[in-house]
């Protein structure tokens, strides 16, 4: 039985002339991204500038000051990497599976477990060579971010059973079984919330500029950035993830491994949201504790959509939600601004970001359609 993607790619590169430089090719590629990107986020601004408007603020005035927040100073712009480096995660993990066509939704899943792992973990390194005290924490984050991954990239791959809903679904029992497992078994005495203990010192990824919140964490995430970039373009398992995704039934008749595609596109991500929670417990948080993820899966799906997968588009996309995040929940001590604000910006970019990936899409089936009954 072959089995061929439902949820493909939307979006297939533009042809690109051969003879262009792979530097040429790749700025041509993220010009073309940051186009398409500018719409949502255009429309973002003139919506939270309608908000703000409305309840007497100059909005002028409020990016200014969210602007000045996220990147006014060295310490501001540390704390906007903080924020990044999550949903620097969780983007790449999308991005991943969606170049090859996988409409996954469970990377929130794999980053939660992958947290909770790797505190548990973490919290019994004391005494462990440092490097190794790092590594095996993070090790058993990719190992729980693989498994949270494993039966719906089986099912897709073997039976093609809709990776949509069952990656939705596994994000509820993963979500059930962390909060259960922690009261059960992890919980730190004398802690009001459901929370384990702090990992050990030894255990947790040095910051890169202290007394800053940005680390190692983040160079992780880059490595992992430039690693999907280099997989994607110069592998031969990219070249069929983006065959596959941009043309599944012809990849199919063309002989492609569209099975193994599939299965190595879901547990990639999977991978890769564990490594990332991993990182969020050992650099940020230090444990796990009820509300771990603030949805950094979900908002890594809207990044890579608007990105459309290009590593750059990636990256600037991380960037400006961090600096929301992280502006948000410190301009509201200088401005009476309303709380909601942030989350408007946000949910304004990610639903417009869908539609412009998505409506594009939905005109050619129909142009299709119509070419077929004429």
Do not use: C
């Not at 939660?112 to 440092?130: N, Q």
């Amino acid at each position: 039985m072959t089995t061929t993607p439902r949820h493909s790619a939307p979006v297939a590169a533009p042809p690109t002339d051969p003879r262009q430089s792979p530097v040429r090719r790749a700025l041509v590629a993220t010009g073309r991204t940051l186009q398409y990107a500018g719409l949502p986020v255009g429309i973002a601004l003139v919506v939270g500038a309608i908000v703000l408007a409305a309840t007497g603020n100059d909005p002028l005035a409020v990016y200014g000051r969210l602007a000045s927040e996220a990147f006014g100073t060295p310490s501001r712009i540390n704390a906007t990497l903080a924020a990044t480096t999550p949903i620097l995660f969780t983007a790449v993990a999308a991005a991943f599976a969606y170049r090859a066509g996988v409409f996954t939704v469970g990377v929130e899943g794999s980053f939660v477990l992958g947290g909770l792992t790797a505190a548990v973990i973490g919290a019994r390194m004391e005494g462990v060579p440092p490097v190794v005290s790092v590594l095996l924490p993070l090790l058993g984050a990719t190992v729980a971010g693989v498994l949270v991954a494993a039966v719906p990239a089986v099912l897709r791959a073997l039976w093609g059973v809709d990776e949509v809903v069952t990656t939705l679904m596994f994000n509820f029992i993963v979500a059930g079984v962390a909060g259960w497992s922690v009261q059960a078994f992890f919980q730190e005495r004398g802690q009001a919330n459901s929370a384990t203990a702090y990992v050990s010192a030894n255990a947790e990824l040095p910051a890169l500029a202290p007394p800053g919140q940005t680390s190692w964490g983040l160079v992780i995430a880059l490595l992992l950035l430039v690693g999907y970039a280099v997989w994607m373009r110069f592998t031969t398992i990219g070249f069929e993830f983006r065959a596959v995704g941009s043309a599944p039934r012809f990849s199919a008749a063309q002989g492609l491994r569209v099975r193994t595609v599939l299965l190595i596109a879901l547990l990639g991500a999977g991978l890769i949201g564990g490594i990332g929670g991993g990182a969020h417990a050992l650099g940020l948080v230090h444990r796990y504790t009820e509300g771990f993820s603030a949805g950094f899966g979900f908002t890594g799906i809207a990044i890579a959509l608007l990105a459309r997968f290009n590593p750059i588009g990636i990256l600037v996309g991380a960037i400006l939600f961090g600096a929301l995040n992280a502006a948000g929940a410190t301009v509201q001590l200088f401005i009476d601004l309303p709380v909601q604000l942030i989350d408007i910006l946000e949910g304004t970019v990610m639903v417009f970001a869908v539609a412009v990936f998505t409506l594009p899409r939905l005109a050619r089936r129909r142009a299709a359609a119509k070419r077929g009954d004429a």
